[in-house]
């Protein structure tokens, strides 16, 4: 685990992978996209409009997979006091609250020619605003515990309280999993499961290729801002350091 | 000793989460009712809803129930859960997924004759997704194969 305590261990891997991961998932979800709009049939009920799926479902599973990412950063950081866990959890807030509003709005404008309706207050839509909602909470609590000058040393910039936030905020990921099961809901149920699929082979090949591509795509920037962070850190270190210098001699 | 503090902030984290957690699929459980977006005609019928008071109905609507009444703009169709079904009209445009066979989520309530008057209708979307060509065929829901009618 702490074999990448060392930031300067951790930025040997992540400089040659960011390139990769950031240029390879452009061109594998511009692919899919490109195959989404021109190559795949319209559903028998929805008509064009199913293809925002190519982009709604990826935005989905990033913006509650970025959580997941936080809410482990943030054990990590309680329970071995990593340092680079909290720079994770700063760098993946920001693109994971993107894509849950990403998620929001193209559902939305699927919802209005499919529902008849922009908005419901139904429990998949709510809980995933929830998500949103709690993505700006943690910038905040974040931003303001980096600024408290937490950058540097074992937490990584985020205080223990923003740590904790995180883990409890985590119970809403299972519950907008659930919340089309649980409860009636206008949004439909999951179309993919462990049975298989309910959407036609067709329809579904391209969403492969956007999932796969958006979050190789969402790994690279949380890499490049990562990346970014440390050599904040460092910055600030050393004019830290140069001020002491400069007001002794 | 570094070891053992480590181990215990594991323990500690662990324990937490374990009862953040329950109390969220507690509370969840609780909401179970209350959550749901509308209610399904057997709820309405063992429930028991009184007249008057707005909720919303959901289901799909009943195969060659769906009738146009004599002022042009006022539809009448059924709505059923495989277990009750109960009629309900509507006055208005309806969504263009609006049809026979398909989900609906009325919003409305109850007149004294148990008739469901909707104010709002919204066309639900199942789970299924397909090309036109297969359109018709028939699904098997066990193993997700479509088959040719006949």
């Known amino acids: ?249 | 000793m570094a070891m053992k503090s480590k181990h215990q902030r594991l323990v500690l984290a662990i324990v937490a989460i374990v009862a953040v957690i329950g109390a969220g699929l507690l509370a969840a459980s609780a909401l179970k009712d209350e959550a749901a977006y509308f209610y399904a005609p057997n709820e309405v019928k063992v429930k028991g809803v009184e007249p008057g008071k707005a909720i919303r109905l959901g289901g799909m609507v009943v195969t060659g129930s769906l009738r146009k009444e004599a002022d042009g703009v006022t539809i009448a169709f059924d709505v059923t859960d495989g277990k009750a079904t109960v009629p309900a009209r509507f006055t208005g445009i309806a969504p263009d997924l609006f049809r026979e066979g398909s989900g609906v989520v009325a919003e409305g309530a109850f007149d004294k004759g148990g008739t469901f008057i909707a104010t709002n209708l919204l066309a639900k979307h199942d789970e299924r997704y397909m090309p036109r060509e297969l359109e018709g065929m028939d699904y098997n829901a066990a193993t997700h194969e479509m088959k040719a009618e006949k």
């Open chain 1, 1 to 249: 685990m702490h074999a990448f305590a060392n930031p300067t261990r951790f930025l040997k891997i992540a400089r040659p992978l960011t390139p990769w991961l950031f240029w390879g998932g452009l061109v594998l979800l511009i692919v899919g996209a490109v195959c989404g709009l021109t190559l795949t049939p319209a559903d028998y009920l929805q008509g064009e409009s199913v293809r925002i799926m190519y982009i709604h479902v990826p935005a989905a599973w990033l913006g509650m997979g970025g959580w997941s990412g936080i809410a482990i950063a943030a054990l990590v950081q309680m329970v071995w006091r990593h340092p680079l866990a909290g720079i994770a959890g700063r760098a993946i807030a920001a693109p994971g609250a993107l894509f849950t509003a990403i998620c929001l709005v193209t559902g939305s404008i699927w919802g209005r020619p499919t529902w008849g309706t922009w908005w419901e207050w139904d429990g998949r839509m709510t809980s995933m605003l929830v998500l949103l909602f709690l993505y700006f909470g943690y910038i905040a609590l974040a931003r303001a515990s980096a600024a408290d000058g937490q950058g540097v040393g074992d937490s990584g910039g985020v205080s223990r309280v923003t740590a904790i936030f995180a883990l409890v905020g985590a119970v809403n990921l299972p519950i907008i999993n659930r919340s089309v099961v649980w409860w009636n809901s206008l949004h439909q149920g999951p179309s993919i499961t462990m049975r298989g699929s309910t959407i036609d082979g067709s329809i579904l090949w391209p969403l492969g290729l956007t999932l796969l591509g958006f979050s190789l795509w969402f790994g690279g920037i949380v890499l490049m801002r990562m990346r970014a962070i440390l050599a904040e850190n460092k910055v600030e270190a050393r004019l830290a350091r140069m001020a002491r210098e400069g007001g002794a001699g």
